[in-house]
């Protein structure tokens, strides 16, 4: 932790992003925190480790501290004294409910056998203890009998040991408490809430439970249940169940902790709605991108290959396999095509290495560049098109700043892409497409529209032209940090709600 001792007026609260991670939602909330310069600004950033991070952003001068909060944490010693067993019979029914898509209600049953024993409300004690070991045996027993107990007992420290890690921490003083996701970012704001008594703000930019059942689906070590036919009982035959329940426990504790529930398109409210989320408490609020700035972006006019560019970071969620192939396909159809992947390449180092073979197997050198990060006014003007293969977005920023310099894209069908390039359904007049909509997964699909916009300059201009003026009047960052005041200061005005009592 690094001062600010001194209440803030807002606590933002973010789950492996700002300041350490480099993206589009560390991004916003750099923007979010300079819009609002009058306003006091708390960071937490939950880390997945202990290990120490290298800042990615200068933090602005009205950020008056940054808490980092780390979920697993190298445990030390065992804690079998006097009262751990108790705390452990306490904590066990709360618990184990919301680890099974449990709520708020559970949440704070949980809280309140923490703080009813202070001093014996350890990590050793909750993980290391022989108490904490019977519990997850009966845990395990109730709810994946078939499956591996070791596996089981490391994904309940996973789950569990976060869950703790929000809750032992010391949690910075605060006039409302924004998180900009759920999970355990969402914890946190829901433990302010309880104990602070202040309210509790939620943006989802993608919905955390959907990205999580993504990634859970694609563990292989989490399905080594018994076969179909041994289940007599029904029970459930693999620890992804285990994962997903207990996400949208900590999600349903978040979204009714909340005052309000945030977040950028429709869609998203309806995945929200189906963890728990309030309907009267959802709101959308787009996000919004510096449009004068990416507007006043000159157009390069020198004679150059038709360029296109993947705008994000070499990681698995962005697919960028997909866009390697389909530049191969491209590579043919617009012979001297030019490629770019600009953005960091330093997150998951094995997935950019087979990237890279990727790029020498299919003969791509002469094509394919990966640019690392750089400062995207220098490209923008010299790109045709970009490409958005991700398997998951919330509203990727990336399209709306291409589209104020009037670059068109194409993009996979998810979260509110085919809004950005198609215009949602109460855009009046509608302004036309911006480039084009692909199905996930899909490099043919993906190269065939790439080639048409690079193929048709008038296309590419009509497209162009139409980004650039859907992100004028419906994604301009002005009118939206007004949207986030206004928000801002009619949670700052609320009085303290009551607050939950130590016993």
């Known amino acids: 932790m690094t001062g600010g001792a001194d209440q803030a007026d807002v606590c933002l609260i973010l789950e492996g992003a700002y300041?350490?991670?480099?993206?589009?939602?560390?991004?916003?909330?750099?923007?979010?925190?300079?819009?609002?310069?009058?306003?006091?600004?708390?960071?937490?950033?939950?880390?997945?480790?202990?290990?120490?991070?290298?800042?990615?952003?200068?933090?602005p001068p009205n950020v008056v501290g940054l808490t980092v909060i780390p979920l697993q944490q190298a445990e030390s010693g065992i804690d079998n004294g006097w009262g751990t067993a108790r705390?452990?019979?306490?904590?066990?029914?709360?618990?184990?409910?919301?680890?099974?898509?449990?709520?708020?209600?559970?949440?704070?049953?949980?809280?309140?056998?923490?703080?009813?024993?202070?001093?014996r409300a350890t990590r050793a004690a909750l993980l290391n203890s022989g108490a904490a070991f019977e519990l997850v045996r009966r845990m395990y027993e109730q709810s994946v009998p078939g499956s591996s107990f070791m596996n089981y007992f490391w994904s309940w420290r996973v789950l569990a040991g976060g869950l703790f890690s929000t809750l032992l921490a010391e949690l910075p003083k605060a006039r409302c408490y924004h998180a900009i996701s759920t999970g355990y970012a969402?914890?946190?704001?829901?433990?302010?809430?309880?104990?602070?008594?202040?309210?509790?703000?939620?943006?989802?930019?993608?919905?955390?439970?959907?990205?999580?059942?993504?990634?859970?689906?694609?563990?292989?070590?989490?399905?080594?249940?018994?076969?179909?036919?041994?289940?007599?009982?029904?029970?459930?035959?693999?620890?992804?169940?285990?994962?997903?329940?207990a996400f949208v426990g900590y999600s349903r504790s978040c979204y009714e902790a909340c005052t309000k529930i945030v977040t950028l398109y429709t869609g998203?409210?309806?995945?929200?709605?189906?963890?728990?989320?309030?309907?009267?408490?959802?709101?959308?609020?787009?996000n919004g991108i510096d449009y004068d700035g990416f507007s006043a972006i000159p157009r390069d006019t020198t004679p150059r290959p038709p360029t296109v560019a993947l705008i994000g970071r070499a990681v698995p969620i962005k697919d960028v396999k997909t866009y390697i192939r389909a530049i191969a396909l491209l590579r043919d159809m617009v012979p001297g095509c030019r490629a770019l992947l600009l953005g960091p390449t330093d997150e998951d180092p094995a997935y950019f290495r087979e990237c890279?073979?990727?790029?020498?197997?299919?003969?791509?050198?002469?094509?394919?560049?990966?640019?690392?990060?750089?400062?995207l006014h220098d490209y923008l003007g010299k790109l045709d098109a970009i490409a958005l293969t991700s398997i998951s977005e919330a509203q990727p920023l990336v399209l709306?700043?291409?589209?104020?310099?009037?670059?068109?894209?194409?993009?996979?069908?998810?979260?509110?892409?085919?809004?950005?390039?198609?215009?949602?359904?109460?855009?009046?007049?509608?302004?036309?497409?911006?480039g084009f909509v692909v199905p996930l997964a899909d490099p043919q699909a993906t190269a065939k529209a790439l080639a048409a916009l690079l193929g048709d300059p008038a296309m590419r201009a009509r497209c162009g032209e139409a980004m650039r003026r859907r992100t004028e009047k419906y994604y301009n960052k002005r009118v939206v940090d007004r949207i986030y005041r206004d928000l801002y200061d009619s949670l700052l005005r609320l009085p303290d709600a009551p607050r939950a009592k130590a016993a």
């Open 87 to 119: 705390l452990i019979a306490e904590l066990e029914g709360p618990l184990t409910r919301l680890l099974s898509r449990g709520g708020l209600d559970d949440f704070r049953g949980v809280i309140a056998a923490l703080r009813r024993h202070p001093k």
């Open 356 to 375: 890279q073979q990727m790029v020498a197997h299919l003969g791509l050198e002469g094509t394919f560049e990966f640019a690392g990060r750089v400062k």
């Open 186 to 245: 969402g914890l946190v704001m829901a433990r302010a809430v309880i104990e602070t008594g202040r309210p509790g703000l939620l943006t989802e930019h993608g919905i955390y439970t959907n990205e999580r059942r993504v990634e859970i689906e694609m563990a292989e070590w989490l399905t080594d249940g018994p076969p179909a036919w041994l289940d007599l009982e029904g029970r459930r035959q693999d620890l992804r169940n285990v994962w997903i329940d």
């Open 19 to 59: 300041p350490f991670v480099a993206g589009g939602v560390s991004s916003w909330t750099h923007d979010l925190i300079r819009a609002h310069s009058d306003l006091r600004f708390r960071i937490v950033t939950l880390a997945a480790d202990e290990t120490r991070q290298t800042p990615r952003y200068e933090l």
């Open 268 to 286: 998203n409210q309806e995945l929200q709605a189906r963890d728990g989320a309030p309907p009267e408490r959802m709101a959308i609020i787009p």
């Open 400 to 434: 709306l700043e291409a589209g104020a310099a009037g670059v068109p894209s194409v993009a996979t069908d998810v979260g509110s892409c085919r809004d950005l390039i198609e215009g949602r359904a109460d855009e009046s007049p509608p302004i036309g497409p911006g």
